[in-house]
Every structure is written in structure tokens, then in C-alpha cells.
Nanobody, 122 residues
């Protein structure tokens, strides 16, 4: 079993930056592929980014490429999502997820956090 706790959400102005964190426990962190997903009001949950256990490979959805960066610190059991140049359409609840296969499909992830709200004001 893996427990995931997100933090770092909040209110940010359009064009600003925010960094989300997710701390994992319960399994060897380095063995886990980690992903970030988001769900906007009235919409389905969608993928944002993913990173392999070593951090050597990453994946991004097109809408955040060049603006968001996923990274991890395996010594702290933590994965990050650095969000730069945020836009109103980035407003959503952001979820951290853990699995064993790299990819942007939710089907690859077995464990989910409770989410952290990000609101972008225009």
C-alpha cells in the first residue's frame, strides 16, 4: 500500500508560479512511477505529467509542455510539479498518483492522493 499526500496548492495570479509537492510512504519510493493529474470543475480528470522512478524520463500533456516541470527527490520520497506561467485553464484539483508503468493514462496508476486545489485568477 502506498500513501500519498499533496501540498502546495493555493491561489495564484495568471502568469505566476506555484510548486506542488507530494510525499509518498509505504513502499520503496524509487520503485514507483509518479504522475500528476488534475480535474477542473465539471470536467473529467486528465493527465498532466509523469516521471520514472529514477527521474530519467518524463512525460507531459501538450497543454503544459514548456510551462510545467515534474521532478522528484528520492531521498525525500517526494515528487514535485513546478508550474510556471499559469493560466486560468490550469485551475483544478491536482492529484498525485503512483504506479509501476510510465505513462499518462490513469490506468497505469494504482494509488492516489486526496488532491490539492489550484486556483488561477485572471
Amino acid at each position: 500500500q502506498v500513501q500519498l499526500v499533496e501540498s502546495g496548492g493555493g491561489l495564484v495570479q495568471a502568469g505566476g508560479s506555484l510548486r506542488l509537492s507530494c510525499v509518498a510512504s509505504g513502499r520503496t519510493f524509487r520503485s514507483l512511477v509518479m504522475g500528476w493529474f488534475r480535474q477542473a470543475p465539471g470536467k473529467e480528470r486528465e493527465s498532466v505529467a509523469a516521471i520514472t522512478g529514477s527521474g530519467a524520463a518524463t512525460r507531459y500533456v501538450d497543454s503544459v509542455k514548456g510551462r510545467f516541470t515534474i521532478s522528484r527527490d528520492n531521498t525525500k520520497n517526494t515528487v514535485y510539479l513546478q508550474m510556471n506561467n499559469v493560466k486560468a485553464e490550469d485551475t483544478a484539483i491536482y492529484y498525485c498518483a503512483a504506479g509501476e508503468l510510465i505513462g499518462l493514462s490513469q490506468n497505469f496508476y494504482d494509488y492516489w492522493g486526496q488532491g490539492t486545489q489550484v486556483t488561477v485568477s485572471s
